[in-house]
């Protein structure tokens, strides 16, 4: 199985302030056709996950442009520009370039 | 607007079968691009892929569920179910149904149901 590895895993911000989240897999992402196969989740508190980032760096609709995703083969990030109060849960990146689809160990954003 | 929904008993006794059934409403399960998924989060645990279904019946299944998943889809309901047997109190979890988008240039869960925890005890 692709073993996805994130850090930190706690992360205490400021509002107003940048974040940024890691994501490492265990093997390279990058499919044949071109795409990599990266996505990144934010799960609220007693929400489902909903979808922020997928291949890579194309946000989802309704995503606000201060959400952004790069990288490339194996390590990825998630940058927030300026942190907001609604921004808190649990942040989980996601491979679906291959099965078993695998998940980070989720980051848990809070406000400081 | 897609929406899809779990439901089945939130309380399994040990060594007995699980199953679920997640209802597709706003779309239909039998859309070509779309895999229809199984997703658990035990307690303040990760999330694990449990398995997919495509609308044909063709199915994966997560190899450390030691084959004790099946999925099955009917299309006439719009409905997608999984049944999981033998189960133990490491089964307790919040169990998710989702859409899998894999139409060209995309891979992605982009739908998720609102979850339904179901917990193995006697």
């Known amino acids: 199985d692709v073993v996805m590895t994130q850090s930190p895993l706690s992360l205490p911000v400021t509002p107003g302030e940048p974040a940024s989240i890691s994501c490492r897999s265990s093997?390279?992402?990058?499919?044949?056709?071109?795409?990599?196969?990266l996505n990144w989740y934010l799960q609220k508190p007693g929400q489902s996950p909903h979808l922020l980032i997928y291949?890579?760096?194309n946000r989802a609709s309704g995503v606000p442009d201060r959400f952004s995703g790069s990288g490339s083969g194996t390590d990825f990030t998630l940058k927030i520009s300026r942190v907001e109060a609604e921004d808190v849960g649990v942040y989980c990146c996601?491979?679906?370039?291959?099965?078993?689809?695998?998940f980070g160990q989720g980051t848990k954003l809070e406000i400081k | 607007q897609l929406q899809l929904q779990e439901s089945g008993p939130g309380l399994v006794k040990p060594s007995e079968t699980l199953s679920l059934t997640c209802t597709v409403s706003?779309?239909?399960?039998?859309?070509?691009?779309?895999?229809w998924a199984w997703i658990r989060q035990p307690p303040g645990k990760g999330l694990e892929w449990i398995g997919n279904i495509y609308y044909s019946g063709s199915t994966f299944h997560n190899p450390s569920l030691k084959s004790r998943g099946t999925m099955s889809v009917d299309t006439s309901k719009n409905q997608f179910s999984l049944n999981l047997s033998s189960v133990t109190a490491a089964d307790t979890a919040v169990y998710y149904c989702a859409r899998l988008d894999f139409g060209y240039g995309s891979a992605q869960i982009d739908c998720w149901g609102q979850g339904t925890l179901v917990t193995v005890s006697s």
């Open positions: 996601m491979q679906t370039l291959q099965t078993p689809y695998t």
């Open positions: 093997q390279s992402l990058l499919n044949s056709n071109g795409y990599t196969y």
């Open positions: 291949l890579g760096s």
């Open positions: 706003g779309g239909s399960i039998g859309s070509s691009n779309y895999y």
